[in-house]
Nanobody
Framework: VRLMESGGGLVQGGGSLRLSCSVS????????AGWFRRAPGKQRELVALIFSRGNTHYADSVKGRFTISRDNAEDTVDLQMNSLKPEDTGDYYC?????????WGQGTQVTVSS
C-alpha cells in the first residue's frame, strides 16, 4: 500500500488547509486510516482517525476544528483543518492499517504563522 499526502503549506493563524492522502488500494480494504503530526522538537502524535465503519476519533487539541473524511470513489483520506493555530505547525503524516500491517506516507509540511 502506498500513500501520498498533499495539501500542506503556509497559512496564517485562523486560516484553513485541506490535506489529502491518496491510497494506492481500495479504501474499502482499509481497517482504519488516520493523520498524525510531528511538531518541531516533539514526538509524533495522533491527530485524527477514521475507521472502516466511518466512526472517527480526534485528539482533544483539534476537536471542533479538524474533520477527517474518506472519499470512497477517489480512495483518499482527507483532513480539513479550520481555525488553524501556530501550534498546529508540523509535518503531517497519513497512516493506514490493513490486514495487520501499518503503512505511512512521507509527510507534508504545515506551517501556521501567528
Amino acid at each position: 500500500v502506498r500513500l501520498m499526502e498533499s495539501g500542506g503549506g503556509l497559512v496564517q493563524g485562523g486560516g484553513s488547509l485541506r490535506l489529502s492522502c491518496s491510497v494506492s488500494t481500495s479504501i474499502f480494504t482499509i481497517d482504519r486510516a488516520g493523520w498524525f503530526r510531528r511538531a518541531p522538537g516533539k514526538q509524533r502524535e495522533l491527530v485524527a482517525l477514521i475507521f472502516s465503519r466511518g466512526n472517527t476519533h480526534y485528539a482533544d487539541s483539534v476537536k471542533g476544528r479538524f474533520t477527517i473524511s474518506r472519499d470512497n470513489a477517489e480512495d483518499t483520506v482527507d483532513l480539513q483543518m479550520n481555525s488553524l493555530k501556530p501550534e498546529d505547525t508540523g509535518d503531517y503524516y497519513c497512516h493506514v492499517f490493513r490486514d495487520g500491517y501499518s503503512y505511512w506516507g512521507q509527510g507534508t509540511q504545515v506551517t501556521v504563522s501567528s
